[in-house]
């Protein structure tokens, strides 16, 4: 059973950076696709960047520009770099993957058990 595992989360003041990073415990971190999300108190879980194993990136609005997503291949690791932070931002950020097992487009699906990012004004 493959578990991801996030982490980089932490306390910064507006306007600060972090960047977060997720591992796969299998010897190779493979996916189709690769996401990360976040939830903040009360609020539904949403998309906030992902990227397929083709490198294709996509954002949503709300963090265009500030937020990149990438891949450490020396760290075998999928990493979020959040720049520009602001309260708004503050949320429980999971690292989420899709493969596809068969040809009939069957995926496995795996989250992380997500790491807090708080940003203080």
């Known amino acids: 059973q493959v578990q991801l595992v996030e982490s980089g989360g932490g306390s910064v003041q507006a306007g600060g950076s972090l960047r977060l990073s997720c591992t796969s415990s299998g010897s190779r971190f493979r996916f189709d696709r690769v996401a990360w999300y976040r939830q903040a108190p009360g609020s539904q879980r949403e998309l906030v960047a992902h990227m397929t194993s083709g490198g294709s990136t996509d954002y949503a609005e709300f963090v265009k520009g500030r937020f990149t997503i990438g891949r450490d291949y020396a760290k075998n690791a999928v990493y979020l770099q959040m720049s520009n932070l602001n309260p708004e931002d503050t949320a429980v950020y999971y690292c989420?993957?899709?493969?596809?097992?068969?040809?009939?487009?069957?995926?496995?699906?795996?989250w992380g058990q997500g790491t807090q990012v708080t940003v203080s004004s």
């Open positions: 989420y993957t899709e493969r596809v097992v068969n040809v009939e487009g069957a995926t496995v699906k795996h």
